[in-house]
Protein backbone atom coordinates (compact mmCIF):
# COMPACT_ATOMS: atom_id res chain seq x y z
CA UNK A 1 0.00 0.00 0.00
CA UNK A 2 1.46 3.08 -1.11
CA UNK A 3 2.22 5.61 2.35
CA UNK A 4 0.61 8.88 1.53
CA UNK A 5 3.03 12.23 1.09
CA UNK A 6 2.90 14.68 3.97
CA UNK A 7 3.38 18.01 4.72
CA UNK A 8 3.27 20.26 7.90
CA UNK A 9 5.24 23.91 8.91
CA UNK A 10 8.12 23.11 10.85
CA UNK A 11 9.01 26.09 12.81
CA UNK A 12 7.14 27.96 15.52
CA UNK A 13 4.57 30.33 14.67
CA UNK A 14 5.65 34.33 14.33
CA UNK A 15 7.19 36.78 12.17
CA UNK A 16 10.92 35.70 11.73
CA UNK A 17 13.88 35.13 9.13
CA UNK A 18 12.92 31.61 8.17
CA UNK A 19 10.46 29.52 8.33
CA UNK A 20 10.41 26.02 7.17
CA UNK A 21 7.50 23.82 5.23
CA UNK A 22 8.66 20.50 5.22
CA UNK A 23 7.40 17.45 2.97
CA UNK A 24 8.02 13.64 3.29
CA UNK A 25 6.67 10.73 1.26
CA UNK A 26 7.15 9.41 -2.53
CA UNK A 27 4.89 12.18 -3.75
CA UNK A 28 7.00 14.83 -2.38
CA UNK A 29 9.61 16.10 -5.45
CA UNK A 30 6.45 15.89 -7.62
CA UNK A 31 3.98 18.24 -4.79
CA UNK A 32 7.07 20.63 -5.29
CA UNK A 33 7.57 20.55 -9.06
CA UNK A 34 4.01 21.76 -8.96
CA UNK A 35 4.74 24.15 -6.58
CA UNK A 36 7.86 25.58 -7.33
CA UNK A 37 9.65 27.38 -9.63
CA UNK A 38 13.55 27.72 -9.68
CA UNK A 39 15.37 31.06 -10.52
CA UNK A 40 17.93 29.30 -12.87
CA UNK A 41 16.75 26.89 -15.91
CA UNK A 42 14.98 23.62 -14.46
CA UNK A 43 17.39 20.64 -14.74
CA UNK A 44 16.02 16.98 -15.45
CA UNK A 45 17.39 16.24 -11.84
CA UNK A 46 17.03 18.26 -9.21
CA UNK A 47 20.96 18.44 -6.79
CA UNK A 48 20.23 16.35 -3.85
CA UNK A 49 20.88 18.56 -0.67
CA UNK A 50 21.84 21.44 -1.96
CA UNK A 51 19.71 24.68 -1.65
CA UNK A 52 17.93 25.89 -4.85
CA UNK A 53 17.21 29.16 -4.78
CA UNK A 54 13.71 29.88 -6.53
CA UNK A 55 9.78 30.98 -6.03
CA UNK A 56 6.59 29.45 -4.64
CA UNK A 57 3.50 30.01 -6.92
CA UNK A 58 0.07 29.23 -7.10
CA UNK A 59 -0.48 26.35 -9.95
CA UNK A 60 -4.19 28.06 -10.28
CA UNK A 61 -3.35 31.51 -11.39
CA UNK A 62 0.97 31.75 -11.58
CA UNK A 63 0.56 33.97 -8.92
CA UNK A 64 3.82 34.44 -6.78
CA UNK A 65 3.40 33.33 -3.01
CA UNK A 66 7.04 33.94 -1.99
CA UNK A 67 11.15 33.64 -2.86
CA UNK A 68 11.98 30.80 -1.01
CA UNK A 69 14.97 28.15 -0.66
CA UNK A 70 14.48 24.40 -1.77
CA UNK A 71 16.38 21.59 -0.33
CA UNK A 72 15.44 18.15 -1.97
CA UNK A 73 16.71 14.90 0.23
CA UNK A 74 16.20 11.58 -1.79
CA UNK A 75 15.58 8.58 0.34
CA UNK A 76 17.04 7.13 1.77
CA UNK A 77 19.04 9.70 3.11
CA UNK A 78 16.54 11.75 4.94
CA UNK A 79 15.39 11.97 8.43
CA UNK A 80 12.56 9.88 7.62
CA UNK A 81 14.05 7.62 5.01
CA UNK A 82 11.97 9.02 2.76
CA UNK A 83 12.06 11.75 0.01
CA UNK A 84 12.33 14.62 1.85
CA UNK A 85 11.55 18.54 0.70
CA UNK A 86 12.36 21.43 2.67
CA UNK A 87 11.13 24.68 1.95
CA UNK A 88 13.10 27.73 3.48
CA UNK A 89 10.56 31.31 2.95
CA UNK A 90 9.97 34.05 4.85
CA UNK A 91 8.69 33.23 8.38
CA UNK A 92 5.25 34.95 8.93
CA UNK A 93 1.68 33.46 9.28
CA UNK A 94 -0.07 34.16 6.14
CA UNK A 95 2.87 33.37 3.86
CA UNK A 96 3.73 29.98 5.64
CA UNK A 97 -0.11 29.15 5.76
CA UNK A 98 0.03 30.05 1.70
CA UNK A 99 2.43 27.67 1.01
CA UNK A 100 1.08 24.50 3.19
CA UNK A 101 -2.40 24.91 1.97
CA UNK A 102 -0.89 24.80 -1.74
CA UNK A 103 1.18 21.58 -0.39
CA UNK A 104 -2.31 20.35 0.38
CA UNK A 105 -3.78 21.41 -2.77
CA UNK A 106 -1.26 19.62 -4.70
CA UNK A 107 -1.33 16.28 -3.34
CA UNK A 108 0.01 16.15 0.31
CA UNK A 109 -1.82 15.25 3.40
CA UNK A 110 -0.94 17.86 6.94
CA UNK A 111 0.78 15.58 9.36
CA UNK A 112 -0.29 14.99 12.50
CA UNK A 113 2.05 15.67 15.82
CA UNK A 114 5.22 13.73 15.50
CA UNK A 115 4.62 11.88 12.54
CA UNK A 116 7.85 12.63 10.66
CA UNK A 117 9.73 11.49 13.68
CA UNK A 118 7.33 8.19 13.73
CA UNK A 119 8.09 7.43 10.06
CA UNK A 120 11.83 8.00 11.32
CA UNK A 121 11.06 5.42 13.80
CA UNK A 122 9.01 2.86 11.54
CA UNK A 123 11.67 3.02 8.76
CA UNK A 124 14.49 1.97 11.37
CA UNK A 125 16.42 5.34 11.08
CA UNK A 126 15.80 5.80 14.78
CA UNK A 127 15.15 3.56 17.58
CA UNK A 128 12.24 4.63 20.07
CA UNK A 129 14.71 6.13 22.54
CA UNK A 130 16.17 8.35 19.88
CA UNK A 131 12.60 8.97 18.72
CA UNK A 132 11.50 10.32 22.45
CA UNK A 133 15.18 11.94 22.58
CA UNK A 134 13.73 14.09 19.66
CA UNK A 135 11.78 15.86 22.13
CA UNK A 136 14.37 16.08 25.10
CA UNK A 137 16.36 17.84 22.92
CA UNK A 138 13.14 20.26 21.84
CA UNK A 139 12.35 20.54 25.60
CA UNK A 140 15.92 21.11 27.12
CA UNK A 141 15.88 24.12 29.76
CA UNK A 142 19.30 23.65 30.60
CA UNK A 143 22.78 22.32 29.06
CA UNK A 144 22.76 19.46 31.21
CA UNK A 145 19.50 18.55 30.34
CA UNK A 146 20.54 19.04 26.54
CA UNK A 147 23.55 17.23 26.55
CA UNK A 148 21.77 13.95 27.86
CA UNK A 149 19.11 14.69 25.42
CA UNK A 150 21.57 14.88 22.84
CA UNK A 151 23.71 11.95 24.18
CA UNK A 152 20.05 9.60 24.04
CA UNK A 153 19.82 11.32 20.49
CA UNK A 154 22.64 9.91 19.32
CA UNK A 155 22.10 6.66 20.26
CA UNK A 156 23.71 5.99 23.57
CA UNK A 157 20.87 4.76 26.11
CA UNK A 158 19.72 3.02 22.63
CA UNK A 159 22.95 1.16 22.73
CA UNK A 160 23.79 0.82 26.11
CA UNK A 161 20.40 -1.20 26.75
CA UNK A 162 20.48 -3.24 23.41
CA UNK A 163 23.95 -4.73 24.69
CA UNK A 164 22.07 -5.60 28.07
CA UNK A 165 19.23 -7.25 25.61
CA UNK A 166 21.80 -9.05 24.15
CA UNK A 167 23.03 -10.61 26.95
CA UNK A 168 19.67 -11.47 28.26
CA UNK A 169 18.71 -13.14 24.87
CA UNK A 170 22.38 -15.45 25.18
CA UNK A 171 21.13 -16.17 28.50
CA UNK A 172 17.74 -17.18 27.43
CA UNK A 173 19.04 -19.01 24.07
CA UNK A 174 21.27 -21.20 26.78
CA UNK A 175 18.16 -22.67 29.04
CA UNK A 176 16.25 -23.01 25.83
CA UNK A 177 18.64 -25.01 24.36
CA UNK A 178 19.14 -26.99 27.53
CA UNK A 179 15.35 -27.58 27.29
CA UNK A 180 14.84 -28.60 24.13
CA UNK A 181 17.93 -30.50 23.25
CA UNK A 182 19.14 -31.18 27.11
CA UNK A 183 21.18 -34.29 26.13
CA UNK A 184 23.09 -32.65 23.20
CA UNK A 185 23.98 -29.57 24.39
CA UNK A 186 26.77 -29.01 27.78
CA UNK A 187 24.78 -28.92 31.37
CA UNK A 188 24.42 -25.51 32.59
CA UNK A 189 27.17 -23.89 34.61
CA UNK A 190 24.27 -22.28 37.29
CA UNK A 191 27.20 -20.48 39.39
CA UNK A 192 28.11 -18.92 36.12
CA UNK A 193 24.36 -17.96 35.14
CA UNK A 194 23.85 -16.51 38.29
CA UNK A 195 26.95 -14.18 38.19
CA UNK A 196 25.42 -13.13 35.08
CA UNK A 197 21.82 -12.64 36.07
CA UNK A 198 23.85 -10.64 39.37
CA UNK A 199 25.18 -7.86 36.68
CA UNK A 200 22.63 -8.11 34.50
CA UNK A 201 20.49 -6.78 37.49
CA UNK A 202 23.08 -4.69 38.79
CA UNK A 203 23.37 -2.60 35.83
CA UNK A 204 19.53 -2.44 35.37
CA UNK A 205 19.42 -1.16 39.17
CA UNK A 206 22.07 1.82 37.73
CA UNK A 207 19.91 2.48 35.38
CA UNK A 208 17.03 3.27 37.17
CA UNK A 209 17.99 4.69 39.91
CA UNK A 210 19.55 7.61 37.51
CA UNK A 211 15.94 8.06 36.82
CA UNK A 212 15.64 10.37 39.93
CA UNK A 213 18.51 12.68 38.07
CA UNK A 214 16.81 12.58 35.01
CA UNK A 215 13.42 13.40 36.41
CA UNK A 216 14.93 16.35 37.34
CA UNK A 217 17.23 17.37 34.55
CA UNK A 218 14.00 16.83 31.97
CA UNK A 219 11.33 18.45 34.80
CA UNK A 220 13.05 20.50 36.60
CA UNK A 221 13.51 20.77 40.82
CA UNK A 222 9.87 22.63 42.02
CA UNK A 223 11.41 24.47 45.22
CA UNK A 224 8.73 26.69 47.38
CA UNK A 225 10.14 29.82 49.08
CA UNK A 226 7.68 29.23 52.39
CA UNK A 227 8.04 30.94 55.97
CA UNK A 228 6.21 33.94 57.67
CA UNK A 229 5.65 36.76 56.78
CA UNK A 230 8.46 39.03 55.79
CA UNK A 231 11.23 36.64 56.21
CA UNK A 232 12.54 37.89 52.91
CA UNK A 233 10.98 35.26 50.94
CA UNK A 234 10.72 37.46 47.79
CA UNK A 235 14.18 39.32 48.45
CA UNK A 236 15.72 35.88 48.11
CA UNK A 237 13.67 35.20 45.26
CA UNK A 238 14.53 38.14 43.34
CA UNK A 239 18.25 37.49 44.39
CA UNK A 240 18.33 34.13 43.28
CA UNK A 241 16.85 35.74 39.84
CA UNK A 242 19.09 38.37 40.03
CA UNK A 243 16.46 40.76 39.18
CA UNK A 244 13.61 42.81 40.85
CA UNK A 245 10.82 40.40 40.23
CA UNK A 246 8.76 40.06 43.82
CA UNK A 247 6.93 43.16 45.41
CA UNK A 248 9.39 43.85 48.48
CA UNK A 249 7.98 46.04 51.69
CA UNK A 250 7.93 45.68 55.30
CA UNK A 251 4.01 45.30 55.25
CA UNK A 252 3.14 41.75 56.23
CA UNK A 253 1.22 40.02 53.73
CA UNK A 254 2.35 41.51 50.61
CA UNK A 255 2.61 38.48 48.42
CA UNK A 256 -0.58 37.32 48.12
CA UNK A 257 -0.44 34.41 45.40
CA UNK A 258 2.40 31.97 44.03
CA UNK A 259 4.81 33.78 42.03
CA UNK A 260 6.86 30.96 39.65
CA UNK A 261 10.15 31.96 37.87
CA UNK A 262 12.61 29.56 36.12
CA UNK A 263 16.47 29.53 36.33
CA UNK A 264 19.25 27.43 36.38
CA UNK A 265 21.29 26.05 38.97
CA UNK A 266 24.80 24.00 37.94
CA UNK A 267 22.73 22.50 35.17
CA UNK A 268 19.83 21.75 36.69
CA UNK A 269 16.26 23.52 35.93
CA UNK A 270 14.18 24.72 38.96
CA UNK A 271 11.32 26.34 39.35
CA UNK A 272 11.10 28.72 42.32
CA UNK A 273 8.15 29.63 44.03
CA UNK A 274 7.16 32.55 45.81
CA UNK A 275 4.46 32.01 48.28
CA UNK A 276 2.49 33.98 50.84
CA UNK A 277 3.53 34.10 54.23
CA UNK A 278 2.26 31.49 56.93
CA UNK A 279 -0.06 33.08 59.31
CA UNK A 280 -3.51 33.07 60.71
CA UNK A 281 -5.41 34.91 57.43
CA UNK A 282 -6.51 38.64 57.50
CA UNK A 283 -9.04 38.71 54.99
CA UNK A 284 -10.10 36.16 52.61
CA UNK A 285 -7.91 37.21 49.47
CA UNK A 286 -4.56 36.03 52.23
CA UNK A 287 -6.57 32.87 52.87
CA UNK A 288 -6.82 31.83 49.52
CA UNK A 289 -2.91 32.56 48.93
CA UNK A 290 -2.06 30.31 52.42
CA UNK A 291 -4.12 27.74 51.08
CA UNK A 292 -2.38 27.80 47.88
CA UNK A 293 1.05 28.15 49.72
CA UNK A 294 -0.03 24.51 51.83
CA UNK A 295 -0.59 23.33 48.02
CA UNK A 296 2.55 23.88 46.55
CA UNK A 297 4.03 22.96 49.90
CA UNK A 298 2.64 19.26 49.34
CA UNK A 299 3.79 18.59 45.97
CA UNK A 300 7.29 20.20 46.34
CA UNK A 301 10.25 18.38 45.89
CA UNK A 302 12.45 21.01 47.85
CA UNK A 303 11.26 23.42 50.71
CA UNK A 304 13.65 26.53 51.65
CA UNK A 305 11.92 27.60 55.10
CA UNK A 306 13.02 30.96 55.94
CA UNK A 307 13.60 32.46 59.64
CA UNK A 308 14.66 35.81 60.57
CA UNK A 309 17.63 35.90 62.22
CA UNK A 310 17.06 38.99 63.66
CA UNK A 311 14.04 38.62 65.21
CA UNK A 312 13.87 35.48 68.40
CA UNK A 313 12.44 32.00 68.06
CA UNK A 314 8.78 32.15 67.13
CA UNK A 315 7.00 29.49 68.23
CA UNK A 316 4.60 29.43 64.97
CA UNK A 317 7.79 28.13 62.97
CA UNK A 318 7.35 25.10 65.29
CA UNK A 319 4.24 23.15 63.56
CA UNK A 320 5.12 23.92 59.87
CA UNK A 321 8.80 22.77 60.55
CA UNK A 322 7.05 19.81 62.06
CA UNK A 323 4.49 19.00 59.30
CA UNK A 324 7.60 19.22 57.05
CA UNK A 325 9.70 16.80 58.30
CA UNK A 326 9.29 14.16 56.03
CA UNK A 327 9.60 16.32 52.92
CA UNK A 328 13.12 17.41 51.35
CA UNK A 329 13.97 20.88 53.31
CA UNK A 330 16.40 23.53 53.74
CA UNK A 331 15.87 25.67 56.52
CA UNK A 332 17.17 28.73 55.38
CA UNK A 333 18.15 31.45 58.56
CA UNK A 334 18.02 34.83 56.27
CA UNK A 335 19.21 38.85 57.51
CA UNK A 336 22.20 37.38 58.93
CA UNK A 337 23.20 41.08 57.48
CA UNK A 338 21.25 42.72 60.64
CA UNK A 339 22.12 42.63 64.14
CA UNK A 340 21.63 39.15 65.48
CA UNK A 341 18.91 37.44 67.57
CA UNK A 342 18.31 34.52 66.32
CA UNK A 343 21.36 31.80 66.94
CA UNK A 344 21.07 28.03 65.47
CA UNK A 345 21.55 26.67 68.39
CA UNK A 346 18.21 28.35 69.22
CA UNK A 347 16.28 26.42 66.97
CA UNK A 348 14.85 23.27 68.10
CA UNK A 349 17.40 20.70 66.94
CA UNK A 350 14.70 17.84 66.62
CA UNK A 351 14.10 19.09 62.94
CA UNK A 352 16.37 16.62 60.75
CA UNK A 353 16.70 19.77 58.23
CA UNK A 354 19.84 21.02 56.86
CA UNK A 355 20.71 24.72 58.21
CA UNK A 356 22.25 27.56 55.92
CA UNK A 357 22.37 31.28 56.65
CA UNK A 358 22.09 33.48 54.28
CA UNK A 359 21.86 37.53 53.77
CA UNK A 360 18.99 37.90 50.19
CA UNK A 361 20.18 41.48 50.96
CA UNK A 362 24.22 41.61 50.42
CA UNK A 363 24.47 37.86 48.82
CA UNK A 364 26.30 36.22 51.61
CA UNK A 365 25.64 32.52 51.80
CA UNK A 366 23.61 32.49 48.48
CA UNK A 367 26.51 30.42 46.35
CA UNK A 368 26.21 27.79 49.49
CA UNK A 369 22.35 27.99 49.18
CA UNK A 370 22.58 27.25 45.74
CA UNK A 371 24.88 24.22 45.99
CA UNK A 372 22.83 22.86 48.46
CA UNK A 373 19.92 22.96 46.55
CA UNK A 374 21.75 21.38 43.83
CA UNK A 375 22.53 18.38 46.20
CA UNK A 376 18.94 17.92 47.24
CA UNK A 377 18.35 17.92 43.85
CA UNK A 378 20.58 15.87 42.32
CA UNK A 379 21.79 13.70 45.29
CA UNK A 380 25.30 14.96 45.15
CA UNK A 381 26.03 13.05 41.78
CA UNK A 382 27.61 14.57 38.63
CA UNK A 383 24.45 15.30 35.84
CA UNK A 384 26.17 13.26 33.34
CA UNK A 385 27.67 10.39 35.03
CA UNK A 386 26.77 7.43 33.03
CA UNK A 387 23.94 6.67 31.20
CA UNK A 388 20.85 8.39 32.40
CA UNK A 389 17.23 7.31 32.38
CA UNK A 390 14.86 10.55 31.72
CA UNK A 391 11.39 8.65 30.81
CA UNK A 392 9.49 7.71 32.80
CA UNK A 393 8.13 4.94 30.28
CA UNK A 394 12.17 3.92 30.75
CA UNK A 395 12.16 3.40 34.10
CA UNK A 396 8.63 1.55 34.44
CA UNK A 397 9.62 -1.21 32.13
CA UNK A 398 13.46 -1.30 34.17
CA UNK A 399 11.89 -1.67 37.12
CA UNK A 400 9.71 -4.80 35.60
CA UNK A 401 12.64 -6.18 34.12
CA UNK A 402 14.70 -5.94 36.92
CA UNK A 403 11.64 -7.81 39.15
CA UNK A 404 12.11 -10.49 36.39
CA UNK A 405 15.69 -10.96 36.54
CA UNK A 406 15.46 -11.14 40.82
CA UNK A 407 12.47 -13.53 39.74
CA UNK A 408 15.08 -16.26 37.68
CA UNK A 409 17.70 -15.67 40.77
CA UNK A 410 15.16 -17.21 43.37
CA UNK A 411 14.10 -20.18 40.44
CA UNK A 412 17.65 -20.92 40.30
CA UNK A 413 18.20 -20.90 43.85
CA UNK A 414 15.47 -22.83 44.94
CA UNK A 415 15.78 -25.37 42.11
CA UNK A 416 12.46 -24.83 40.47
CA UNK A 417 11.98 -25.99 36.92
CA UNK A 418 13.76 -24.45 33.93
CA UNK A 419 10.59 -23.91 31.98
CA UNK A 420 9.89 -21.40 34.89
CA UNK A 421 13.89 -19.56 34.32
CA UNK A 422 13.18 -19.55 30.65
CA UNK A 423 9.81 -17.66 31.48
CA UNK A 424 11.35 -14.83 33.61
CA UNK A 425 13.95 -14.26 31.27
CA UNK A 426 11.99 -14.35 28.21
CA UNK A 427 9.48 -11.35 30.15
CA UNK A 428 12.40 -9.54 31.53
CA UNK A 429 13.83 -9.44 27.66
CA UNK A 430 10.08 -8.26 26.54
CA UNK A 431 10.86 -5.50 28.89
CA UNK A 432 13.83 -4.40 27.71
CA UNK A 433 12.67 -4.95 23.84
CA UNK A 434 9.80 -2.54 24.66
CA UNK A 435 12.05 0.53 25.70
CA UNK A 436 13.38 0.21 22.18
CA UNK A 437 10.47 -0.36 20.45
CA UNK A 438 11.02 -3.78 18.89
CA UNK A 439 8.11 -5.02 20.73
CA UNK A 440 5.29 -2.26 21.57
CA UNK A 441 1.58 -1.69 20.54
CA UNK A 442 0.62 1.56 18.65
CA UNK A 443 -1.02 2.34 22.14
CA UNK A 444 2.34 3.24 23.34
CA UNK A 445 3.51 5.03 19.84
CA UNK A 446 0.19 6.99 20.06
CA UNK A 447 0.92 7.90 23.75
CA UNK A 448 4.46 8.87 22.89
CA UNK A 449 4.15 10.92 19.51
CA UNK A 450 0.78 12.66 20.81
CA UNK A 451 3.76 14.91 23.05
CA UNK A 452 5.28 16.09 19.41
CA UNK A 453 4.89 19.27 17.97
CA UNK A 454 3.48 19.55 13.99
CA UNK A 455 6.32 19.61 11.85
CA UNK A 456 8.47 17.33 14.00
Keep these: MKRHTIAAISTPPGEGGIGIVR ?74 QRILQLTLQAGARLADPGEFTLRAFLSGRLDLTQ ?100 VGKSSLLNRLLQTDRAIVTDIPGTTRDVIAENLVIQGLPVCLLDTAGLRPAQNLVEEIGIQRTQEHLQQADLVLYLLDASQPWQVEDEPQLQALRDQSTLVVLNKIDLPRVLQPAAIPSAWPHHLIEISALTGEGIPALKEAIFQAGMGGASPLDGQIVTQARHCRHLEHCRHHLQGAWKIIQTAQPRELLALELRSALQELSAILGLEVDDEVLDRVFARFCLGK
Design 23 to 96: LSGPDSRAIADRIFRPARPRTPTWPARRLILGQIVSPEDGQAVDEVLLAFMPRPHSYTREDVIEIQCHSGYAVL
Design 131 to 230: AEAVLEVIQARSDASLRVAAAHLAGGLGRHLTRLRDDLLDLLALVEADLDFGEEVPEIDLAALVHQLEALESEITALCQSYAQGRMLRQGLQVVLAGRPN
